[in-house]
């Protein structure tokens, strides 16, 4: 299947700091990104969607101005967690899209790991 | 009502038996389902797709699905240890488009 990185794979911050997570499709093109968020033993909670060139889709809840999305290339997506809060701490997941066949499938990077003390 | 709901867990089944996860929606709209097992502290994984009501088996595991009712589920013949995991049901289509909507996941236990 598709691989989907991310960097860093955790990374601990002082509270106010922002935090940038990059997503990045290596061996296909994705011209859809989704950026999830979870919290212990929760399940995933989509924060946005991210299409390359154009500025990403949040949903209901999700601060824009507090989760900066930038996908500027087919295989690249950044999160920003801009002034960084403990509640902000979670483990933040990305998706990429892969069409073949006409069909879409969903693969997801192996996560970062967010701590804010 | 939930827009995704999943058998409430945790289950637990032993070395060699079946397991079976079952998943309900409620966006008519839906056209693809999705499986993913999740290891504590992993990201998901895809496990099986299914778009047609009936069945699809790949190994193991079998996906069901009936849109008249609403429902999916995942077979897991011949459990594993291996098999323990979190796994999370997600629908996609509908008034949600392209994107994945989950469920809030059934642990699975399986033990030797």
């Known amino acids: 299947g598709a691989v989907v990185s991310q960097h860093p794979s955790w990374v601990i911050c002082k509270s106010g700091t922002s935090v940038k997570i990059e997503c990045r499709s290596l061996?296909?093109?994705?011209?859809?990104m989704f950026w999830y968020r979870q919290f212990p033993k929760q399940s995933l909670m989509l924060m946005a969607t991210s299409n390359e060139g154009s500025k990403a889709t949040y949903e209901q809840g999700v601060e824009k101005d507090k989760f900066l999305i930038n996908h500027a290339s087919l295989t690249l997506s950044t999160l920003t967690v801009t002034s960084a809060h403990p509640e902000d701490s979670s483990f933040y997941i990305c998706?990429?899209?892969?069409?073949?066949?006409?069909?879409?499938?969903?693969?997801f990077g192996p996560g970062t790991r967010l701590t804010v003390l | 009502q939930k827009e995704v709901e999943q058998n409430s867990g945790p289950l637990s089944v032993p070395e060699g038996a079946i397991a079976s996860l079952n998943c309900t929606y409620s966006d008519r709209g839906s056209q693809s389902f999705f499986w993913y097992r999740q290891y504590s502290g992993k990201s998901p994984e895809l496990i099986m797709f299914i778009y047609s009501n009936g069945d699809k088996e790949d190994g193991r595991f079998t996906a069901q699905l009936n849109k008249a009712s609403q429902y999916v589920s995942l077979l897991i013949r011949d459990s594993q240890p291996s098999d323990s995991a979190t796994y999370l049901c997600a629908p996609r289509g509908g008034t949600s488009y392209g994107k994945l909507t989950f469920g809030q996941g059934t642990i699975l236990t399986v033990h030797p």
């Open positions: 998706s990429a899209t892969q069409t073949s066949g006409g069909r879409d499938e969903q693969f």
């Open positions: 061996d296909f093109q994705a011209t859809t």
